[in-house]
């Protein structure tokens, strides 16, 4: 076997510096530091930069509720909007945009401005064709394919701007270009495709033509190695996308002569090396087998047993040598003790593994004629899409294996669940449910995949809940996850989410405070929208204004404590949810020039209404009404001495 790696593959120098960038401010020690969106499409850089402290903000919403920190801008870009939003909030922005990207967006600002339609060719849910669209003056038009050039609804004659998305296809483009030449705009066409791209396809193509097998690594969400794939894929029937090399089944490159790698954009060269080594520490063994193999490989004999061991069987198979079967090629059952199995004097067809030069012995298999036996019921699984149910009998590092009739079957670790597992060790020897959805025997692949069996299972239950569950309902639902801004709850087929601003009447100062994953918590609908589900827990019967205007009626004097200050008054907390304003005015009868002269936060305060508006919420406080009506009792006192 020989091993072919792209010299393109891997970081191109714009992502090498945002994820760079990104390092620098975590090891800096600067806090707290967000990325606007992962800041590559390789969850296994995304995770590592979770655990140094950067946090990932998935939309517009994440970053209105923040109040302090760094944002770094991701080497896809963003639009105008959010770099204003970012210097209106007074956060601290470190742009890591690509140079190549920032330049498209000074293209599409100065030729939108001077009245051209801007014609972005790419994906239109890309984050950096949203970025593009965010820099034009006017609504820009996102074309992918040929149909969408063909039927563009943009008159002849109609001043326009082409650019593309900096990841796309060179030769798609150019198509599409084309097509849009026999619409007789007054065109401008830019080719912003990044020259690293081209370079990247270009090799990826070469190597996938002489290749008999073609790796392709990098995130499943990354639209540049999707792009390698499909490139690779027409070259090289077995193509194979993985993130990591967990992902590899190196059962599949046996036997291969030539092997091809390359790799996206996001992919670090850490991931790219792990992949090359395993397939060369491959490559060796394979070397080795083959040195060992002779024409009797893979005969299929008959023995007899003439000593059994715990861990390995010898036959007499009518040869010079002996047979030697070992556990593992007797049975899938780990540590099994073959002395309870197997007696001396019992025949067994095995097949011939290994024969060596004579002097040595002979390796065979009674497992896989049992398993060869067994695969036209597996064939039947597989074409009949049934339901198999066996026990996990080895957690692998990248899935899991379970044995059918003497027969391994491997589910990767990303058919496993339909969420990232970390640890598959919770698995071993738990029975699952699973289907067979690839079918290879003769280069011994049988994958499993469990993952389609609990989406449809949650879609059904998902499907259930919609059709159950009304808007200002009360529902039970147990804690999922919590974040900064609120806690995911899960209502057994869909989650919900459980604002930091809808958990009380109150404030609330962190949901950590509050709730832990696996509480079980009382819900109320507030909202459903598609697919989403807004919940809350302000409960209509403990809204505290309900009662609020016998309780602080004006006259009533009252006793609140100082929850926070601007230089125009304090506000009051009289019980959680009911807040109060106690102007600056109404402090003392003393002049007070700021609030924090005289007041802090925490601080217990006794005071009188002067104003209560129970329609808009609000009440007025005063304590120089208190200190008016002790002046007015002494007084009088001294008037009746």
Known sequence: MQVKTAKSAGFCFGVQRAVDTVYEQADAGYKPIYTYGPIIHNEVVVRDLEEKGVHVLNSREELEQLAEGTVIIRSHGVG?????????????????????????????????????????????????VEGIKGWCHSPATVIENAQQAETIGISEGTPV?????????????QDLVEILDKKRYDRLVVNTICNATEERQTE????????????????????????????????CADTFYIQTVHDLNLEVLRSTGLVGITAGASTPKKIIEEVQKHVADLSFEQMLEDSLKTIRTGEIVEGTVIDVKEDEIILNIGYKSDGIVSRSEYTNVPNADLTAMVHVGDTMEVKVLKVNDGEGQVQLSYRRVAAERGSKRLEEAFENKEVLKAKVSQVLDGGLSVVVDETRIFIPASLVSDTYEKNLGKYADQEIEFVITEFNPKRRRIIGDRRQLLVAKKAEMQKELFARIHEGDVVEGTVKN????????????????????????????????????????????????????????????????????EKYAVGNVVEGIVARMTDFGAFVELEPGVDALLHVSQISKEHVDKPSDVLKIGQVITAKVVDFNGEDRKISLSMKALENNEAESDQEEETEE
């Not at 770099?83 to 330049?103: E, H, M, N, R, S």
């Not at 701007?161 to 483009?173: A, E, H, R």
């Not at 033509?209 to 894929?233: P, R, Y």
């Open 161 to 173: 701007c082409i650019v593309s998305q900096t990841t796309f296809n060179y030769k798609k483009f």
């Open 80 to 128: 105008k909007e959010i770099y204003d939003l970012i210097q209106d909030k007074g956060l601290i922005c470190v742009d890591a945009t690509c140079p190549f990207v920032k330049k498209i967006h000074r293209i599409v600002e100065k030729e939108s401005a001077a009245g051209r339609h801007i014609i972005i060719i790419g994906n239109d849910r890309h984050p950096e």
């Open 482 to 549: 919590v974040t900064d801004f609120g806690a995911f709850i899960d209502l057994g087929g869909a989650d919900g989410l459980l604002h930091i601003s809808e958990m009380s009447w109150g404030r609330v100062e962190h949901p950590k405070k509050l709730f832990k994953v696996g509480d079980k918590v009382k819900v109320l609908i507030k909202e459903i929208k598609d697919s989403k589900i807004a919940l809350s827990m302000k409960f209509e019967d403990s809204n505290p204004w309900l009662t609020a205007d």
């Open 204 to 235: 990826a193509r070469q190597i996938a033509g002489e290749a008999d097998a073609m790796i392709v690594i990098g995130g499943s969400h990354s639209s540049n190695t999707q792009k390698l794939f499909e490139i690779c894929k027409k070259e």
